[in-house]
């Protein structure tokens, strides 16, 4: 788990469970469906029933549940979903919560959001992808997008960094 700017973390489900999991002051984005949207929601197919009003994300509390997988084709990530990270991470640090967005290996969902944040807020550099991406590998070595996310934000960049 590493701190990429005051009270944001990014990390992968071990920190999420061995160092977050139950404190009080933490805001939680769990980019990973598996286990966490599942668990909430319950469901036991393959996917989560998609007319389920939190089909792509669920809000408790100080936690957003996204059902967010790393995918070879970016359609497959919601706008919604990014757009519900990026607005709810605003709000947690706004409230001077610490705030944890993981995802199960911390590498690539989670990564991606938080380089989003940063570059919507132009606390990077921001003028392309690649520019944020150097920065933010400075910040988080780990940074290794599956190519669905990569491209989502490759195709979606203006909208994030106007």
Known sequence: MIEIYKNLFIGNSDDYENQVKGQPGWSIVHAC??????????????????????????LR???LYLNLIDVDKPEFISEKIIDAALEFIDSALKADNKCLVH????????????????ASKSFIPNSSLIEAENAFIKLYPMYNPAYGMRRYMELNWHKYTR
């Open 33 to 58: 469906k598996e286990p966490y949207h599942r668990d909430l929601l319950g469901y036991t197919g393959r996917g989560a029933p998609k007319d389920h009003p939190e089909y792509l994300l669920a």
């Open 61 to 63: 509390s100080n936690r």
């Open 103 to 118: 995802c199960n290996q911390g590498e690539s969902r989670s990564t991606s959001i938080g380089l989003l944040y940063l």
